[in-house]
């Protein structure tokens, strides 16, 4: 389980105190926060997927069920909080696997109901969006968020906290699982997002050249890239011209990728990097914003966060990443995006459900 953030000077002093609970993946996670300041971030990671290649939606929701006591335990600890100075419970109601959803929305609304505090219903991606408001510099309204995670990949316009527009979005696979699924291909464990991320580090990604989609609009598509890497990983090694007929066999083929993994991971990261800004600018420049800030688990890519900077530097944005922490799923998102609903008095009924599908636009 990682702890993060210290115990506060502020714990058990007056202002709105907010117990936030995520659990919509494969991440049990907790947060206290006070007036808007992150309190206390604590996750327990689930390890049980690895040896399956991907999340295993019953393992998770039992798993949720185990570390759910003990995480938000420890985050009110950390905090120097009583169950008594919380003023409401927060939980993210979509989108999500519906019985991981599920063990963290009746967590919190026993809570609520047994606390007699009101109930929040957090909408995940609106929540990814506003961690770039829980730390350092904050970026001004309307900005735009680039939000690339493992289910979604949205170009979302912000004029206020609960103001947010979906602008682009993908029409296939996520930025997230175009990362994942190459490195599928390259034999490399999930989630192989952070593994390619590694590689590319020492690679030359320029070696090998992936094609751009050609979509119209800020829609994004990636399923075209994860083709076009499978062929080439089909023909690797080989470079009789009749590719299809003398394809590489599973030996040399794994040679080639042995020999060149920090290249083909720095090619395909540049590739899904180029994607992605692309359509950033393009959203920059017809919606005239230079606020721009990205999110959601994919923002942890070095070479992302590396290649944002230098594009605002050349287009005049002025650009905001949030802290590692923050990109990743955690519960200090859902507590931010709780705390403006707080204000809002944008409370949630105890019959209220959680939702597998987004319902936000
Ligand atoms: O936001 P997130 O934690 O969960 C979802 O809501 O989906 O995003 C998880 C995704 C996974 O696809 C993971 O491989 C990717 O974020 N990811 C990364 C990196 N860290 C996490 N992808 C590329 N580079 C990284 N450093
Ligand atoms: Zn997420």
Redesign the pocket.
Known sequence: MENGRNNSPLAGGDGVTILAIES??D?TAAAVCRDGRILSNVIANQKVHEKFGGVVPELASRAHMQNIVPVVDTALKTAGCELSSIDAIAFTQAPGLIGSLLVGAQFAKSMALSLDKPLIAVH?MQA?VLANLIAGEKPSFPFLCLTV????TQIVLCESPAKMKVIGETIDD?A??A??KSAKLLGLPY????L??KYAATGDPKRFQFPEPKIDGLNFSFSGLKTSILYFLKNAGTSNVFKEAFAASEETRQQFIDDNLADICASIQNRIISILLNKLKKAAKEYNINQICIA???S???G?RKALKETGEKMGWQTFIPAFEY???NAAMIAITAYYKYLEKDFSNLDISPSPRAVWK
Do not use: Q, R
Not at 149 to 152: F, R, V
Not at 191 to 194: F, N, S
């Open positions: 919509s993946c991440d995940h990814h995670s493992g289910g979604h996520a997230g699982e990362f994942d989630p192989g997002g952070p390619v991320d959601g688990g994919v942890a890519n070095t992302l990109c990743t799923d």
